[in-house]
């Protein structure tokens, strides 16, 4: 959020229902636990976006097996959800997340690629919620979204420029063709300048004549954390 405007960043923390706080927590066992005790406050969540599908399956998974930390963190609160947890045996099921969230309307994560078969899982234990697959993201900007099947780039969000990676130019968006590896390069509104991203996207095709692109994997090494 410290990317945004100071406007957008008050709106944001206005809708949010885990505080940014969280990541000065000194360790992950302990953010991923405060994470944990502010969406289980939160009864009217409507929206879950994470990056992968897995980091909400393990935040759910922890619910589970400490419930009993869970409930007597919720009571120092004064929360009376501490008796939903409580009466709870840990198996997580649809029609217990139902209760925990009945507002849940729309989850989003990677659905691609190695994310696929995790994803599905978070279908089967939110099946009243709709599910969107994200497109392209970078903390840095936005590159697609996904729109009619599809993964369009986002063009009224920044400059876009892309290195083919067959030979090494660097191109516009409208010389792209079908078919085409290529990384992506941004110049965004909060200042990145011809900012290289290290991913390898493939042109799919376009919608009319938006180009549109599938993640094909990263250039240069892994994300570790």
Request: net charge neutral.
């Amino acid at each position: 959020t410290e990317l945004f405007p100071w406007w957008k960043r008050w709106v944001m923390q206005g809708t949010m229902a885990v505080p940014s706080q969280v990541a000065l927590c000194s360790t992950l066992e302990q953010s991923m636990f405060s994470t944990l005790i502010h969406l289980v406050s939160c009864p009217d969540l409507t929206l879950i976006s994470v990056w992968s599908p897995t980091f909400l399956i393990e935040l759910l998974r922890k619910l589970s097996s400490r419930r009993v930390e869970v409930t007597a963190a919720l009571l120092r609160k004064g929360c009376h959800r501490a008796s939903l947890i409580s009466q709870w045996e840990g198996e997580l099921t649809p029609a217990f997340l139902r209760r925990l969230w009945p507002r849940l309307k729309l989850l989003s994560s990677w659905d691609t690629s190695t994310s696929a078969t995790w994803a599905a899982q978070l279908k089967e234990l939110f099946p009243g919620a709709e599910f969107q697959g994200k497109g392209v993201w970078a903390t840095e900007g936005v590159l697609t979204i996904p729109f009619g099947g599809k993964y369009p780039l986002a063009l009224t969000s920044h400059y876009y420029e892309f290195r083919i990676l067959d030979d090494g130019p660097i191109i516009p968006s409208w010389q792209l063709e079908q078919g085409m590896l290529v990384q992506p390069i941004l110049s965004t509104g909060s200042g990145f300048w011809r900012y290289a991203l290290d991913d390898r996207l493939e042109v799919t095709g376009f919608l009319e004549s938006c180009p549109c692109f599938a993640f094909r994997g990263r250039l240069g090494g892994v994300d570790m954390v």
